[in-house]
């Protein structure tokens, strides 16, 4: 976890905290039209507790993150400027709000979803 100890105490910063920015950040960006469960049993919990960090991993190495996503995308989107889109947004917000290094972003597009054109 990200742990900080200064002389009034010590600073723990959950994965799902984490998680939870991954997901706003990953919302807003642009071609995104949801997040996919990383497997059926996450998908079962994630429609019981309405988490937000649905389809997405943190994994803590030292000081630095490495952040997993499942995306869905807007079809008749390029889906690589999708994907570079995510990471760099995710990166961003993460490192902004926490001041700590994220190593990686992987997005993964778990499908593609087609917008009603009438």
């Not at 919990?45 to 997993?68: A, L, M, N």
């Not at 390029?78 to 994907?83: L, M």
């Not at 995710?90 to 709000?97: S, T």
């Not at 994220?102 to 087609?114: E, P």
């Amino acid at each position: 976890m990200g742990d900080e100890t200064t002389t009034l105490g010590g600073i723990h910063i959950s994965p799902n905290a984490v998680a939870t920015i991954a997901y706003y950040a990953t919302l807003e960006s642009y071609g995104v039209v949801g997040l996919a469960p990383k497997n059926l049993a996450d998908g079962i919990v994630s429609t019981i507790t309405r988490e937000p960090s649905r389809g997405i991993t943190v994994r803590y190495k030292g000081d630095d993150i490495d952040i997993d996503i499942n995306i869905i995308v807007e079809f008749g989107t390029r889906i690589n400027s999708v994907a570079q889109s995510v990471a760099n947004t995710v990166r961003y917000h993460v490192e902004k709000a926490l001041g700590l290094h994220v190593k990686s972003v992987n997005v993964h597009v778990a499908g593609l979803r087609v917008s009603d054109t009438n």
